[in-house]
C-alpha cells in the first residue's frame, strides 16, 4: 500500500451490524439505515442462503466486512486459506472496507474463538504492524483494526493501549476502528482514562466508530453487545466525534437482539449526539 | 527473546485445560478491581461458553432430544476434549457425532450420535456450494446405447445418512413445534437424504432399493452399476423402468449436478 495523506475512504453515516433476526426487515425501505456491518466469517461458507442473503443485502446497502479471526497478533503464521477465502468474499461482496481486531485468537494451529489481548511492547508492535501490511498487500485494501474489550493486562506492556495502538496504525499506514464501548470497558477494568484514550489516537487513522452495550460481572465490565447503549459511552461518543469529526459510526448488538425498530431508534440517538457537534465544528 | 510467543502459549495452556495451569497468572496484573486469577478466568469461562452456544445453533435436533442440562454437559465435554483447529466456528461442530458415537457415557445412547449426524447433515447441505442440477435435456442428448456408461455426479448439498433410530421422527416433531417422541430403534435401519432447493433444506427418508441406487451414483459408478443394484430389488425386466423413473425425480429435484457422458 502506498502512504497518502487522509488513507481513510469515505464516511458511509450511521449503520448496523447485519444480523439473521434483522434479515426481512432490512429488505424493506430503511431510510434512516445507510450502511451494514457483516460479520465476514457468517459467509465465508461455500453458498446457499447466508450469502445469498448478504448479495441482497449488498445490492440495498453499503456493507463493510468485520472479521473475528484474522489473529493479526498471533506468533502463529498467517492463515493463507483463511485469507484466500477472506479475499473471494471481499471481491464478490466489495465491500466499502474491511476490518478485523487488534488482538490473538489461537497459536500452534488452535482457535480459541475469542478477541485475546496483546502485551503492549515493540515486539509486539512490529510483529502486528508486518502481519498487517502483508495483509493488506494480499488483500489489496487497506484494513481497519479494532480496539478491544480486554479484562487483563501483561506486566510485560511498556506502553498505554492507545500508544500500542496508534503505533500499529501509522506503522502499517492502516486504519482505526475505534470501538468506544470498549475503550470505556476496558478503562474501567484497567483504571485508566478513556479520554486520555481518545487524545492519544491519531484522527487521520479512525475509519469507524463501534458503540453497544455491555454488562457487569462482579467488579469487571464484560463486553456483550446485548445491552442497548449505557449512557457513559454515549458521553464518551460525543467526546470522540469532537476529537475525530464525521466517523462511520455502527451500534453492535449480538445478543439479546431487539426489533430493528428499537436499534434504529438508537441509531437516530447516535445521529442526534454526532450531528449537532459536526455542525458546530463545521 | 521472545515475549510474545511463550506468554501466548501459556494463556492457551490454562484456557484449554480449563483454568488449572498457572504459569500465565505471574505476567498478568492484578488490582483491587480483579485479581489475575479472575481477569484470566474470564476468558476461559467465555471459551466454553462460546463453544458450547456454537454447537446449539448447529444442533437443534439434539438439543431438542437431549434438553438444554443434557445437551450442555455432552457439549462441554466435546468441547474440554476437542481444542478447535477452525478459523471460522462453523466448523467446529464436525466431530460431535463421532465424539458421541465413541465416548462414554453418550455411546450408550446410540441415538444421540444419530441425532448430531442428522443436524451436520442438515447444515451441510444448508450452506453447500450452489450447483444447478442438469436438465433432462442434458440426458437425452446421450444416445441411449450409451447410457449404461453415464457417471452422474451429486451436488454437495446432498447428504445421506442412514439412521437405525428414530431420528427423522425427531426432527419432525422439532420443526413442527410437537413433543419429543421417545427416541426408539426402527424396525429396519433408513438411509435419509438431506437436499437442497430454493435455498431451503428438505429430508426424507429414501426407499431401500433408492438408497442402494443412489450408492452407487455416489461412489461414482456408472449408471449401468446404478441398474445392477436395482436387481436386488426388482426383476430384471422392470428395472429400465424404475431406474428411469429415479433418474427423472432426482433431476427434478436437483440431486444430479453433473452427467458425465461416455464421450
Known amino acids: 500500500m502506498t502512504k497518502t495523506s487522509d488513507p481513510r475512504f469515505p464516511s458511509l453515516g450511521f449503520g448496523l451490524g447485519l444480523r439473521a433476526d434483522h434479515y426481512d426487515a432490512l429488505l424493506e425501505p430503511q431510510p434512516r439505515i445507510d450502511w451494514l456491518e457483516a460479520l465476514s466469517e457468517n459467509y465465508l461458507v461455500p453458498g446457499g442462503k447466508p450469502l445469498d442473503w448478504l448479495r441482497r443485502m449488498r445490492e440495498r446497502y453499503p456493507v463493510v466486512l468485520h472479521g473475528v479471526s484474522l489473529s493479526i497478533g498471533s506468533h502463529d503464521p498467517l492463515d493463507l486459506d483463511y485469507l484466500t477465502a477472506l479475499k473471494k468474499l471481499a471481491d464478490s461482496i466489495e465491500p466499502a472496507w474491511m476490518s478485523d481486531h487488534l488482538c490473538w485468537t489461537g497459536a500452534h494451529g488452535r482457535n480459541l474463538h475469542d478477541l485475546l489481548p496483546l502485551p503492549y511492547i515493540e515486539e509486539a508492535i512490529a510483529h502486528v504492524s508486518d502481519r498487517v501490511r502483508e495483509v493488506q498487500d494480499f488483500l489489496g485494501r487497506r484494513i481497519a483494526l479494532e480496539n478491544v474489550s480486554s479484562y487483563a493486562e501483561f506486566k510485560a506492556s511498556t506502553l498505554s493501549e492507545w500508544e500500542f495502538l496508534a503505533a500499529i496504525a501509522e506503522r502499517a499506514d492502516c486504519l482505526i476502528l475505534l470501538d468506544v464501548n470498549n475503550i470505556h470497558v476496558s478503562a474501567h477494568n484497567h483504571g485508566f482514562d478513556a479520554r486520555e484514550y481518545l487524545a492519544g489516537i491519531p484522527p487521520r487513522r479512525v475509519q469507524q466508530f463501534h458503540i453497544a452495550g455491555h454488562t457487569f460481572q462482579n467488579n469487571l465490565i464484560i463486553d456483550t453487545h446485548d445491552q442497548p447503549v449505557s449512557d457513559p459511552v454515549w458521553d464518551l461518543y460525543a467526546d470522540a466525534v469532537r476529537r475525530f469529526g464525521a466517523v462511520s459510526t455502527m451500534i453492535e448488538r449480538d445478543d439479546n437482539i431487539p426489533p430493528l425498530s428499537e436499534l434504529v431508534a438508537e441509531l437516530d440517538h447516535a445521529r442526534a449526539i454526532a450531528e449537532p457537534i459536526l455542525r458546530a465544528a463545521a | ?263
Open chain 2, 1 to 263: 527473546m521472545s515475549v510474545l510467543a511463550p506468554l501466548q502459549d501459556a494463556f492457551q495452556r490454562r484456557i484449554l485445560d480449563g483454568g488449572v495451569d498457572m504459569a500465565i497468572l505471574d505476567g498478568v496484573v492484578g488490582n483491587a478491581i480483579a485479581d489475575a486469577g479472575e481477569r484470566v478466568g474470564v476468558y476461559v469461562y467465555a471459551y466454553a461458553a462460546r463453544l458450547v452456544e456454537a454447537l446449539g445453533n448447529d444442533y437443534l435436533t439434539l438439543r431438542f432430544a437431549a434438553g438444554d442440562e443434557t445437551f450442555e454437559q455432552l457439549c462441554r465435554d466435546y468441547v474440554m476434549a476437542t481444542p478447535s483447529i477452525h478459523r471460522n466456528v462453523r466448523w467446529y461442530g464436525r466431530g460431535l457425532a463421532e465424539f458421541l458415537r465413541a465416548t462414554a457415557p453418550w455411546k450408550h445412547t446410540p441415538a444421540l450420535a444419530e441425532l448430531a449426524a442428522l443436524d451436520w447433515a442438515i447444515g451441510l447441505s444448508f450452506d453447500a456450494l450452489d450447483e444447478e442440477g442438469i436438465a433432462e435435456a442434458d440426458i437425452a442428448a446421450i444416445p441411449f446405447e450409451r447410457w449404461g456408461e453415464m457417471i452422474l455426479r451429486l451436488p454437495r448439498h446432498v447428504q445421506r445418512e442412514r439412521f437405525a433410530w428414530n431420528v427423522g421422527e425427531v426432527r419432525h416433531a422439532r420443526d413442527h413445534a410437537q413433543p419429543c417422541p421417545p427416541l426408539q430403534r426402527v424396525q429396519f435401519p433408513q438411509t435419509w437424504i438431506f437436499s437442497r432447493k430454493d435455498l431451503e433444506v428438505h429430508y426424507r427418508a429414501l426407499e431401500s432399493d433408492e438408497a442402494a441406487a443412489l450408492d452407487a451414483i455416489a461412489g461414482g459408478r456408472p449408471f449401468e452399476a446404478m441398474c445392477a443394484a436395482l436387481c436386488d430389488w426388482h426383476a430384471q425386466e422392470d428395472v429400465a423402468l424404475r431406474a428411469a423413473g429415479l433418474l427423472k425425480a432426482w433431476i427434478g429435484n436437483g440431486w444430479i449436478a453433473a452427467v458425465a457422458s461416455p464421450d
